[in-house]
């Protein structure tokens, strides 16, 4: 048996969407005596998970998922900045993911993050039976492009905008430079002070500015490591624009408790698009 179970990715269709959400993933398994536990990692594409049938138990460490006797769908949502958080899926699941480009899911809630969600992984309630009326009908879908029709045209219905030019000028910033650009940059670039700054990240980003610059160099050179076989951890070291080989040892331990070169021979590709988890043997 496959022990990651089957994993199916798609992009939305429509042009407003697609924007501001990557891709969508089916993660399912029908075998009842499955059992796989993995690791995934700090990334500035945040996703909404959604599970049919499943008893998910959440911490600081991350979740739990089993069988559950009732018909039921659960909505959680990541924001993961700094560590690893871990997925022990035990037994048959059906799970959907949505993965937002940064701050694309601040495009279909009106309120700011902070007021409908905290950090780590934990159930988010915003979308209410809308969003488990239209999940119920992309159940029913056999065809995975049509699954992800349906899911456009959800998210499409709930669009709302987001204004916040500060904020978008910085995380675009943050993620042209790949991380290294400095607070005081920022405010400059910005006009506003580094307590307004923070506020502001903290409100519609659930993070502050330092963990976001963190986030991003970490999950770029995670990202450029896993392009080919023959880039060299100094090859990843210089691209992702850490200080010297040091800088991005340390770093890398204090997010994942593994070195750049056990952690990133140990990453798995799942899908067409840029996940990369660490399952257990």
């Known amino acids: 048996m496959e022990s990651k179970g089957s994993f199916i990715t798609v992009r939305p269709k429509d042009p407003l969407v697609a924007k501001y959400i990557d891709y969508y993933y089916f993660h399912f398994e029908k075998d009842n005596s499955f059992h796989s536990r993995f690791s995934f990692y700090p990334n500035y594409k945040h996703a909404l998970t959604i599970y049919k049938d499943s008893d998910v138990e959440t911490g600081s460490y991350g979740s739990v998922v089993t069988p559950s006797k009732h018909t039921n769908y659960s909505v959680f949502y990541s924001i993961n900045t700094s560590k690893n958080m871990s997925v022990d899926i035990k037994g048959a699941f059906s799970k959907i993911g949505v993965v937002f480009y940064p701050l694309g899911i601040n495009h279909f809630v009106s309120k700011p993050m902070a007021e409908v969600f905290t950090r ?118 210089l691209y992702s624009l850490y200080y010297d080989q040091a800088h991005f040892i340390k770093h890398f331990k204090s997010v994942t408790q593994h070195s750049p070169k056990l952690l990133l021979s140990k990453l798995t590709k799942l899908g067409s698009q840029e996940t990369y988890w660490n399952f257990e043997d």
């Open 120 to 237: 780590g992984v934990s159930a988010f309630t915003y979308f209410g039976s809308a969003l488990e009326n239209a999940i119920i009908k992309v159940y029913k879908e056999p065809e995975t492009d049509k699954k992800a029709i349906l899911l456009d045209s959800f998210f499409a219905s709930v669009y709302c905008g987001f204004d916040e030019a500060i904020v978008k000028t910085a995380v675009q910033q943050i993620l042209n430079l790949n991380g290294s650009v400095k607070v005081e940059e920022l405010s400059d670039s910005t006009g506003v002070n580094r307590k307004t700054l923070l506020r502001l990240f903290n409100r519609h980003l659930c993070c502050t500015v330092e963990e976001y610059k963190k986030m991003v160099m970490f999950r770029n050179a995670l990202n450029y490591s896993q392009q080919s076989e023959d880039i060299s951890l100094t090859d990843v070291a």
